[in-house]
């Protein structure tokens, strides 16, 4: 039960449950139909504080949501999701092939009679023409029994290897194009380099217009991606806003680096949604066979790390590969299978940032900052391990470590100082944070006033809806909101108003900029004083 206390009689008889059901099995072996059970355990196991146990199943939950996702992109998902449904068509190609069959022996049964009544002399010049019109109708019945199925075939062969909506080659088909062109290549009959292309804020589309709205992008893109690219390429779709160019007809760096860049803009042109309009943007991983990669999966992977590399790097871009690239990967894999143990092991701790009052110089709040002193790399960087946390899934047990760890001590100080804790934006978006919070107060006793979360612009880009109801929610609780980084981001006003901020945060860069000298950054901070104290706001400086 989702808001009910586990630390009880129920979450122990839940416990003793979920252990009973994971009894005497491999959680590395599971199969898809144990995916509720692996949420039920990391549920239970994350608010019993065994946080070990919680990652052991929300890393085979991960796991085996990929495998589902991977299953979803095969030949068969996307034969089960074309436009027509294949159960009809079999049964369709049953039936003509039974008519076929039966054609075939009205025929031979026809020359058999008209063999016997030839040779007995039965036969007169009317009943020769009478024959001849049934033998030419079962012929041309035949006929016209072959061509139905054999178009009945090539359709059920075309829906197989063809993504559904764009009618691009599905992933089924780049593998098969991928072999014949890696073997040609490699056979010294051509080049070969391939593009990933992964697009940025289609989420947005979607969010905003609808799944109908973002699969009219969708076809959209496809037709100019394949507007782009030579003939003697190949543009496939391999699933949800990822698409492929497998690319025979360029071999030099600088050419590839041309057609990258052609096909960014050009999807980036914005697109005519019905009654409105919209924009997405591409990023683009390369890689060139056969240096990059010998074999399909291997030149796959290569692209996919210089794609990316190229997000990290900004998005909207894009890179080729680089040996350098798969040894970060590596390293990530690594990290986060170590931050997995992080918690367990005691490594993760909160340091305190001081907030001081400009008129008094006393302190007002601690801004809790999450730092991971590693056995072997010494302290990791929040900005090294923050988004492996979030792409791993982890982001929600540490959230919730330092709310219960900051609670805890901000309790004991004096009254009139805060804790400010800040979310992430995968947080905000889980329907769970309200109940941590409230968990995090009552198990420390801090009065919610008291409590602080700080989050970024970057909330209201995915799900405006969602967002807006979760901030409510924690506004409803009695905490506090500030806005973090303002001015870095789209610094809509739009943003101010829609949680009922208390506080703007004032990016450390133009602090500094101000600081050093920079004329713009003083009036930058200025205009931002002055707003928030028009809508009643405090205002922190960061970097002071």
């Known amino acids: 039960h989702g808001g009910e206390t586990v630390e009880g009689g129920v979450g122990a008889l839940a416990e003793r449950l979920i252990r009973r059901a994971f009894a005497d099995t491999d959680l590395a ?17 994350e608010r019993r504080g065994d946080f070990q146990s919680a990652y052991r199943h929300l890393a085979a939950y991960n796991r085996l949501q990929r495998q589902t996702m991977e299953a979803a992109s095969s030949a068969g998902a996307a034969l089960l999701t074309a436009r027509f449904d294949a159960a009809n068509r079999k049964e369709r190609i049953d039936r003509l092939e039974s008519e076929q069959l039966r054609s075939g022996r009205r025929l031979e049964a026809a020359e058999a009679r008209f063999q016997a009544m030839t040779a007995t002399g039965l036969l007169g ?12 109708g079962a012929f041309l019945a035949v006929r016209r029994s072959h061509r139905e199925v054999s178009a009945a075939n090539d359709l059920l062969k075309r829906s197989a290897e063809r993504d559904a909506l764009t009618d691009l080659p599905n992933r089924q088909q780049y593998q098969d194009m991928m072999g014949r062109a890696l073997a040609a290549a490699q056979a010294g009959r051509g080049t070969l380099a391939l593009f990933l292309i992964d697009l940025d804020r289609f989420k947005e589309v979607n969010d905003t217009h609808g799944h109908a709205g973002g699969d009219r992008l969708l076809c959209g893109v496809a037709r100019r991606i394949t507007s782009m690219v030579s003939h003697r ?21 600088g050419e590839l680096a041309a057609l990258a860049q052609s096909v960014i803009d050009e999807i980036g042109r914005s697109y005519q949604l019905e009654d409105s309009r919209a924009t997405v943007g591409a990023t683009i991983g390369i890689a060139i066979a056969p240096e990059d990669g010998g074999d399909i999966d291997a030149l796959t992977r290569s692209a996919d790390l210089a794609m990316y590399a190229a997000k990290e790097a900004g ?15 590596d390293d990530r894999r690594r990290l986060e299978a170590d931050l997995g143990e992080a918690l367990t092991r ?5 340091h305190y940032q001081p907030i001081v009052g400009a008129a008094t110089g006393a302190v007002t709040c601690y801004e809790a900052l999450v730092r991971w002193r590693h056995p072997q790399r010494g302290l990791v960087p929040p900005a090294t391990f923050i988004p492996i946390a979030e792409d791993a899934g982890l982001i929600h047990l540490i959230g919730d470590w330092v709310l219960r760890t900051g609670c805890c001590a901000a309790a004991a100080w004096p009254a009139d100082v805060k804790l400010a804790v800040n979310l992430s934006t995968l947080q905000v978006e889980n329907e769970g944070l309200a109940t941590s919070v409230m968990s995090a107060l009552s198990a420390s006793g801090l009065a919610a006033d008291r409590l602080e979360l700080e989050v970024t612009e970057s909330v209201f880009l995915r799900d405006n809806r969602r967002t807006t109801a979760m901030l409510a929610r924690l506004r409803a609780m009695g905490v506090s909101l500030a806005l973090d980084d303002f001015g870095t981001g789209y610094s809509s006003l739009g943003y101010l108003h829609r949680a009922d901020f208390s506080k703007i945060k004032i990016d450390k860069s133009f602090v500094r900029a101000a600081v050093a000298g920079w004329d713009q950054g003083v009036a930058i901070i200025e205009a931002i004083v002055a707003l928030a104290k028009g809508l009643g706001m405090e205002t922190v400086a960061e970097g002071i």
Request: proline share 3%; hydrophobic share 50%; glycine share 8%.
């Open 29 to 45: 072996e599971t199969t898809a139909s144990w995916m509720p059970y692996h949420e039920a355990a990391y549920l239970i196991f």
């Open 125 to 136: 010049a009317g009943g020769v023409l009478v024959i001849l019109a049934a033998l030419t």
């Open 233 to 253: 390429d190949d543009a496939c779709r391999l699933g949800g806003d990822e698409f492929a160019v497998i690319v025979r007809s360029v071999a030099d760096r």
């Open 315 to 329: 998005r909207g871009r894009f890179r080729f590969y680089e040996p350098a690239m798969r040894s970060a990967a």
């Open 346 to 350: 005691g490594e993760l701790t909160l």
